[in-house]
Antibody, heavy 120, light 106 residues
Framework: QVHLVESGGGVVQPGGSLRLFCEAS????????LHWVRQAPGKGLEWVGF????????YNTDSVRGRFTISRDNSKNTLYLEMNTLTELDTAVYYC?????????????WGQGTLVTVSS | IQLTQSPSSLSASVGDRVTLTCRAS??????LAWYQQKPGKAPKLLIY???ILQSGVPSSFSGSGFGTEFTLTISSLQPEDFATYYC?????????FGPGTKVDIK
């Protein structure tokens, strides 16, 4: 049974940093790509970035502008999102989602999300 | 690549046939997915490759389209189908989402 669990969210001051985690189970983690997607309160979905099974990483540079770093540890079945220089605009629920070549990279399993609030 | 969805919202009744549209600012072949999201929940994949039904999704959902225009059709709306629907292009980075269509009860 595929399971994704995000953690690490919380309240952080503007300019601060936060590291999110996504722990995976129930599938061969190293063989899949993983997305980060966020959703600001009352708003739509925004793709943050993506790390493929081969380690290639792509970002939504329009929104994260070099402030966010995605990484993965296949030995721990864990995906990470390092976020720096946070602003109020980064306040959102952050989801991780599995993407595979079998679904043309679409997210077929999602975590429950973790809330990041940037506020002074 | 920008995605637009229409309508932004619609009201419908149980049993209605509903068609949602997603348009891309440039051609994306068949690299389009549709998701359903209910309040407070994570999105759920319905369709990928523009027309391929994800495993476990009812056959009342169908997708079509190629290039710049795509549709998601619900052949007979059920109570559990009232939700917001998003399209996402996976043709080129960044993998953008559309703004969503909210389907609510008439």
């Amino acid at each position: 049974q595929v399971h994704l669990v995000e953690s690490g969210g919380g309240v952080v001051q503007p300019g601060g940093s936060l590291r999110l985690f996504c722990e995976a189970s129930g599938f061969s983690f190293r063989n899949y790509a993983l997305h980060w997607v966020r959703q600001a309160p009352g708003k739509g979905l925004e793709w943050v970035g993506f790390i493929r099974y081969d380690g290639r990483i792509e970002y939504n540079t329009d929104s994260v502008r070099g402030r966010f770093t995605i990484s993965r540890d296949n030995s721990k079945n864990t995906l990470y999102l390092e976020m720096n220089t946070l602003t109020e605009l980064d306040t959102a629920v952050y989801y991780c989602a599995r993407g595979g070549s079998n679904t043309w990279w679409a997210g077929d399993y999602w975590g429950q999300g973790t809330l990041v609030t940037v506020s002074s | 690549i920008q995605l637009t969805q229409s309508p932004s919202s619609l009201s419908a009744s149980v049993g209605d046939r509903v068609t949602l549209t997603c348009r891309a600012s440039t051609g994306i072949s068949s690299h389009l997915a549709w998701y359903q999201q209910k309040p407070g929940k994570a999105p759920k994949l319905l369709i990928y490759g523009a027309s391929i039904l994800q495993s476990g999704v009812p056959s009342s959902f169908s997708g079509s389209g190629f290039g710049t225009e795509f549709t998601l059709t619900i052949s007979s709306l059920q109570p559990e189908d009232f939700a917001t629907y998003y399209c996402q292009q996976l043709n080129s980075y960044p993998f953008t989402f559309g703004p969503g269509t909210k389907v609510d009860i008439k």
